[in-house]
Nanobody, 129 residues
Framework: EVQLVESGGGLVQAGGSLRLSCTAS????????IGWFRQAPGKEREGVSC????????YYADSVKGRSTISSDNAKNTVYLQMNSLKPEDTAVYYC??????????????????????WGQGTQVTVSS
């Protein structure tokens, strides 16, 4: 069974940091890109960041550039999203998702939710002001 399990969410004050984790199983991790998405109440789901587990290439949404770092530990089938300088507008449920490299090769698909094959259940990030 394909599984993506997020962890690391929680409540932090503005300016604080969190490291989200996404652990994958049930598919060839090295053949997929892993993306992070978020959805706040009343807002559409938006792409945050993604990484190719094969070559380590990364991509960030403008909203998190300079504040976030995505990384992978292929031995653990885990992708991390380090989020610093958190803002209240970062409050959302954060999801990780897996995208086959045939889609990941298309740069415009990197943060397109419809291009992803597998999804986790999400982890809540709440940033208080």
């Amino acid at each position: 069974e394909v599984q993506l399990v997020e962890s690391g969410g929680g409540l932090v004050q503005a300016g604080g940091s969190l490291r989200l984790s996404c652990t994958a199983s049930g598919f060839p991790f090295d053949d997929y890109a892993i993306g992070w998405f978020r959805q706040a109440p009343g807002k559409e789901r938006e792409g945050v960041s993604c990484i190719s587990s094969s070559d380590g290439s990364t991509y960030y949404a403008d909203s998190v550039k300079g504040r976030s770092t995505i990384s992978s530990d292929n031995a653990k089938n885990t992708v991390y999203l380090q989020m610093n300088s958190l803002k209240p507008e970062d409050t959302a449920v954060y999801y990780c998702a897996a995208q086959g490299l045939h889609h990941a090769l298309v740069l415009r698909y990197r943060l397109l939710d419809r291009a992803y094959d597998y999804w986790g259940q999400g982890t809540q990030v709440t940033v208080s002001s």
